[in-house]
Nanobody, 127 residues
Framework: QVQLVESGGGSVQAGGSLRLSCVAS????????MAWFRQVPGKEREGIAA????????LYADSVKGRFAISRGNAENTLYLQMNALKPEDTGVYYC????????????????????WGQGTQVTVSS
């Protein structure tokens, strides 16, 4: 059974940095994507960044390109999101997600492409 557990959220002032971590136990799908999503109340979950497990290729939303970096740990069961130059609009609950062999594919930034989700971690950026 796959379990994703995020950590590293918190409160920071604009311009600061945070690093989110996601431990993915039981995830062995080498042909899938792992990603970070962000959600604020009243809005749909937004794809922030994704990494292809097979070759490490990364993808980013325009809103975070150049400021955030997604990576996987050496043990390859940990996903990271390094967030720099944070802005108040980066505030939200951040979720770790991973695709599965049997799920449908609708694009890296579409929540329905992902079968496995963490519980989320809150990030608050104050101005």
């Amino acid at each position: 059974q796959v379990q994703l557990v995020e950590s590293g959220g918190g409160s920071v002032q604009a311009g600061g940095s945070l690093r989110l971590s996601c431990v993915a136990s039981g995830y062995t799908y080498s042909g899938g994507y792992m990603a970070w999503f962000r959600q604020v109340p009243g809005k749909e979950r937004e794809g922030i960044a994704a990494i292809y497990v097979g070759d490490g290729h990364t993808l980013y939303a325009d809103s975070v390109k150049g400021r955030f970096a997604i990576s996987r740990g050496n043990a390859e069961n940990t996903l990271y999101l390094q967030m720099n130059a944070l802005k108040p609009e980066d505030t939200g609950v951040y979720y770790c997600a991973a695709t599965s062999r049997v799920g449908g594919w609708y694009g890296w930034s579409v929540p329905n492409s992902y079968s496995h989700w963490g519980q989320g971690t809150q990030v608050t950026v104050s101005s």
